[in-house]
Nanobody
Framework: QVQLVEAGGGLVQAGGSLRLSCSAS????????VAWFRQAPGQEREFVAA????????AYADSMKGRFTISRDNAKKTVYLQMNNLKSEDTALYYC????????????????????WGQGTQVTVSS
């Protein structure tokens, strides 16, 4: 089992950058696929980015491609989300998620696929 704690959210002007981090506790973090989702008020939870175990296969939502980068440091049990050129529509509560997978499992962009979730960190982009 793993517990996740996000950090790094805050208030930033449009066009600015933020780096979110997600620290994990528990064993065998390297065996987990990890992802970021976000949820704006009154909207459904939305996929942002994901990274698989092993080779580091990644996936991004179309609106984040080229602006957001997901990465991980297994030694530190930490996942990062570098967000550049932020827009007002990026304002949301950002969640880190993880699931234990075997190497042959494809990367998932579905929230229901992830078993472990953090409490979220708020990102507010002012225009």
């Amino acid at each position: 089992q793993v517990q996740l704690v996000e950090a790094g959210g805050g208030l930033v002007q449009a066009g600015g950058s933020l780096r979110l981090s997600c620290s994990a506790s528990g064993r065998s973090f390297e065996r987990y696929a990890v992802a970021w989702f976000r949820q704006a008020p009154g909207q459904e939870r939305e996929f942002v980015a994901a990274m698989n175990r092993g080779s580091g296969e990644t996936a991004y939502a179309d609106s984040m491609k080229g602006r957001f980068t997901i990465s991980r440091d297994n030694a530190k049990k930490t996942v990062y989300l570098q967000m550049n050129n932020l827009k007002s529509e990026d304002t949301a509560l950002y969640y880190c998620a993880a699931r234990s997978v075997i190497l042959t499992i494809p990367l998932s962009v579905q929230a229901a696929s992830y078993s472990y979730w953090g409490q979220g960190t708020q990102v507010t982009v002012s225009s």
